[in-house]
């Protein structure tokens, strides 16, 4: 497996949407980072907003078919890696929210997206509240950054480069089938024995989350039946 690629932009409309472009002309785990996007992207169609230079934004190009067959997987995978790199800096109570952010104390810290045209490529794309403090009051949670919590500013690149190289290395041990990804999400699943709603055949029901079984599902309890819940289907 060849080493990561990366190219910084100092503004961009998007990290995902530029690999997407340049899909043909980039190589297996390039990484795309920037300062400042004017375009960023969040799951179901929602804008991410991050004031310029405060956070880390990046994207990464997979265009390994071992890994491009587990995607669902790879989401779950990405948070960990995120999660326990925000660990390891002294910060308490990083959880990861299934499928794709990861909390801490209960608030967003990092949002992940993942995009692509299997069976060609995976685009993981990762925004991290870094040094943000204040945020406005859209949120029905208000999120939180890992400066906010470890009382201290961050710095940038240094951050970059460790959590890149701990991302190079998860993602190794999981092609080789040595990163036991279900296991690890269930020890830190922030929604655990929380109360969920979950649409099925169109219809809008509400259960308690219990663990991510082997397929990378969420299965939920409600009236006495277990239901297997795919991302996308669930609103919290
Ligand atoms: C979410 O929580 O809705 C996912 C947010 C993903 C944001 C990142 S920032 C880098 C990459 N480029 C984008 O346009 N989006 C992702």
Not at 126 to 137: A, M, R, T, V
Request: aromatic share 10%; hydrophobic share 35%.
């Amino acid at each position: 497996m060849q080493k990561l690629n990366v190219i910084h932009f100092e503004e961009i409309d998007s990290t995902s949407s530029y690999l997407k472009r340049e899909v043909d002309n980039l190589s297996n785990l390039t990484i795309a980072e920037t300062d400042y996007q004017s375009a960023g992207k969040g799951r179901e169609n929602r804008k991410w907003y991050s004031p310029k230079g405060e956070n880390a934004m990046f994207s990464i190009l997979i265009k390994d078919i071992d890994i491009i067959n587990r995607f669902p997987l790879l989401s779950l995978l990405s948070c960990l890696v995120v999660r326990d790199y925000i660990e390891s800096l002294g910060v308490d109570n990083v959880e990861v929210k299934w499928p794709n952010d990861v909390y801490i104390n209960g608030h967003k810290v990092c949002g992940i997206l993942l995009e692509g045209r299997i069976p060609d490529y995976v685009i993981i794309g990762i925004g991290i509240n870094l040094n943000q403090k204040e945020f406005n009051d859209e949120y029905r949670i208000v999120p939180t950054s890992v400066s906010n919590e470890l009382g201290r500013n961050i710095e940038k690149q240094a951050f970059l480069e460790g959590l890149w190289n701990n991302m190079l290395n998860s993602i190794i041990s999981f092609k080789s089938n040595q990163y036991d990804v279900i296991n690890e999400f269930n020890k830190y699943n922030y929604l655990e024995g929380r109360e969920v709603n979950f649409v099925i055949d169109g219809k809008t029901l509400s259960g308690r989350a219990i663990r991510v079984n082997e397929n990378g599902y969420l299965i939920v309890e409600s009236e006495g039946s277990q239901y297997e819940i795919m991302s996308g289907e669930i609103n919290y």
